[in-house]
């Protein structure tokens, strides 16, 4: 069994920066890649970045040039450094760990206030 556990939401005003961190534990044999979605009231989950094992990143384009996704592979730990964070950033964020199948995180709230 795989757990996912994401920190680091909060609230911050427009134009600020969060740090999010997503640790996976347990039954890990190999992680094909690592990423973010994100959920806003009302709205479709989307993806936000995505990183491979071998580092190779894919972005939103909303939130290129703003987010950046890291990971350390040795502590099965992805990172989302996100700045100029706008209203519209305002969602859970989620995590997706994928092995052999996808495992997620029960999500973080980030709050962007104008």
């Known amino acids: 069994q795989v757990h996912v556990v994401e920190s680091g939401g909060g609230l911050v005003q427009a134009g600020g920066s969060l740090r999010l961190s997503c640790a996976a534990s347990?039954?890990?044999?190999?992680?094909?890649?690592m990423g973010w979605y994100r959920q806003a009231p009302g709205r479709q989950r989307e993806l936000v970045a995505v990183?491979?094992?071998?580092?190779?990143?894919n972005y939103v384009d909303s939130v290129k040039g703003r987010f950046t996704i890291s990971r350390d592979n040795a502590k099965n730990t992805v990172y989302l450094q996100m700045n100029s964070l706008k209203p519209e950033d305002t969602a859970v964020y989620y995590c997706?760990?994928?092995?052999?199948?996808?495992?997620w995180g029960q999500g973080t709230q980030v709050i962007v206030s104008s």
């Open positions: 347990g039954s890990i044999f190999s992680i094909n890649y």
């Open positions: 997706l760990v994928r092995t052999l199948v996808e495992h």
């Open positions: 990183i491979t094992s071998g580092g190779s990143t």
